[in-house]
């Protein structure tokens, strides 16, 4: 009886494995099709992040980045950001560093897209009071410019430690954002997020914003078409890989303090547009 459940068990995680593969494959395959890869880091390497490709933003550092975040943002710190093994690691640690209680990293790409097809594989931290997100943010901002929410922000996932495995897409505007509950937003249930893989996908084009998990479609947003104050997505915007810690949201149940470090992994970021 032992092997036949031991041999079921193995033919499960079989079949799983090769279902996650198979959506995988079908999202490379689809991308192939219809778009063409103008950008990319596979992180095959091994260092600090490829810096033709990357730059480390610490701007909102002593300003808590609006969210009374508790983590200061290092620059080229290998205990924050490293390559190895083809993985990136960005690591929140639990140490105390320019008044701060936590260190991590921010890590904003140098290319910025308009439109396009935009995936990053990758698996997420799990401890209460993190806030690990991948996200965009329009060309040559910063956080010095402000005028948030009226710029825009795409938010391709976020997570937050206390809610493990639920995952959000959002776009932000000066209409549709957080501060009144009026954002565009879904969610989706990934048990598994922080112990695999998974590709968090932005569709974009002029009309329309859809975001996946694998080939999972969660999120839609249509351009209604009604100005830049709900649409000011008209514009190239740049990447942010980034973990967070505490903040209005990510500390809303506390912050584990043991739990630390904690590590979002990269595994790939790839970018595509139209052909």
């Not at 091994?46 to 290092?74: A, C, F, I, M, R």
């Not at 410019?145 to 009226?150: E, H, L, R, T």
């Not at 565009?184 to 990934?190: D, F, L, V």
Request: charged share 25%.
């Amino acid at each position: 009886m032992l092997v036949k459940k031991l041999s079921l068990f193995i033919g499960i995680a079989f079949l799983v494995s090769a279902c996650n593969f198979n959506q995988s494959k079908k999202q490379k395959q689809k991308a192939e099709v219809e778009y063409q890869l103008v950008w990319s880091d596979e992180f095959d390497y091994t260092g600090l992040p490829d810096s033709t490709k990357w730059v480390y933003d610490t701007e909102g550092n002593s300003q808590g980045w609006g969210n009374n975040e508790l983590q200061h943002y290092t620059h080229a710190k290998k205990e924050n950001t490293w390559v190895e093994n083809g993985v990136l690691h960005i690591t929140a640690c639990k140490e105390s560093i320019e008044g701060k209680e936590y260190s991590s990293a921010r890590l904003n790409s140098k290319s910025d897209w308009l439109h396009g097809r935009i995936e990053v594989r990758a698996k997420l931290p799990d401890g209460r009071g993190t806030w690990p997100a991948i996200w965009m943010m329009p060309g040559d901002w910063s956080f010095e410019d402000g005028d948030w929410p009226n710029i825009g922000e795409i938010d391709i996932m976020e997570h937050v430690g206390h809610e493990a495995g639920v995952i959000h897409a959002s776009a932000h505007s000066k209409d549709y954002q957080w501060q009144k509950g009026t954002q565009q937003t879904a969610t989706i249930k990934i048990a598994d997020a922080t112990e695999k893989f998974h590709s968090y996908i932005l569709e974009w084009s002029e009309d329309i914003m859809k975001c996946y998990v694998d080939d999972h479609l969660y999120f839609e947003y249509k351009n209604e078409g009604l100005g830049e104050s709900k649409w000011p997505y008209t514009k190239p915007f740049y990447l942010i890989l980034n973990v967070a810690v505490g903040g209005v949201w990510g500390s809303v149940k506390g912050i584990d303090k043991e739990a630390f470090p904690q590590t979002m992994e990269v595994d790939f970021v790839r970018v595509y547009q139209k052909k």
